[in-house]
């Protein structure tokens, strides 16, 4: 047991690494709205792992890979949320080049805002529930129980998550003070945007 434990552990570090689009708009909130509302995007964020893994272990997200139909509407859905926070942040980009206008919307973010937008930004990928559910089963040793075992290794998903996002917010947080600069604030509004909707693009278009 120790060892499948130890081997998932790694595997799943080596997860958290991968960017996404969760990695985005955790940075985008952590450098625009500070450590407080990025931590709360993370925990948005870790709450999807772990419903994806709560899903998987009593077989939800299995729905995903056999019906083409439920696949493909979560898919389009999460699409198109990607879509509208990409085009909400070059919007708030543009808004910033125009002093005029106010301060952006980015400058007051709830962190209950944040945190639903780390859920849903997570939730909202199927990808995710299909890695779930083949990712999790592979590590259960022979002979474990499977559910109490799948349980135990959803929560330790979210844990090693959390634990990767952590140093990344605080960097970003650390950082801010030059990141909070309009100019630079504008550009980051305008680069996370720009990958926002690229991720939401190529989501809604690959098979």
């Known amino acids: 047991m120790m060892t499948s434990v130890v081997a998932f552990v790694g595997a799943a570090f080596l997860i958290a690494m991968a960017p996404g689009p969760s990695t985005v708009v955790i940075l985008r909130r952590a450098v625009v709205n500070g450590r407080r509302t990025g931590m709360a995007t993370v925990l948005g964020n870790e709450c999807g792992v ?3 893994g709560l899903a998987a272990a009593f077989g939800l997200s299995a729905v995903l890979l056999a019906s083409q139909v439920a696949y493909d509407v979560t898919r389009i859905a999460g699409a198109a949320m990607l879509v509208w926070m990409g085009a909400r942040a070059l919007w708030q980009a543009r808004r910033a ?12 973010v709830s962190l ?11 939730f909202a990928n199927p990808k995710a529930g299909v890695f779930a559910v083949s990712f999790l089963p592979q590590f259960v040793p022979h002979g474990a129980p499977v559910l109490p075992t799948l349980l135990a290794f959803s929560v330790i998903w979210a844990v090693v998550d959390l634990i990767w996002y952590l140093p990344l917010v605080w960097l970003a947080g650390r950082a801010g003070g030059v990141l909070q600069r309009q100019s630079v604030r504008r550009r980051m509004e305008q680069v996370s945007g720009v990958l926002l909707v690229g991720l939401g693009v190529r989501l809604a278009t690959e098979s």
């Not at 080049?97 to 007051?108: L, S």
């Open 50 to 52: 772990l419903l994806w």
């Open 97 to 108: 080049g125009q002093p005029d206008q106010g301060p952006a919307e980015t400058a007051a």
């Open 112 to 122: 209950r805002r944040a945190y639903w937008q780390g859920l849903v930004t997570n």
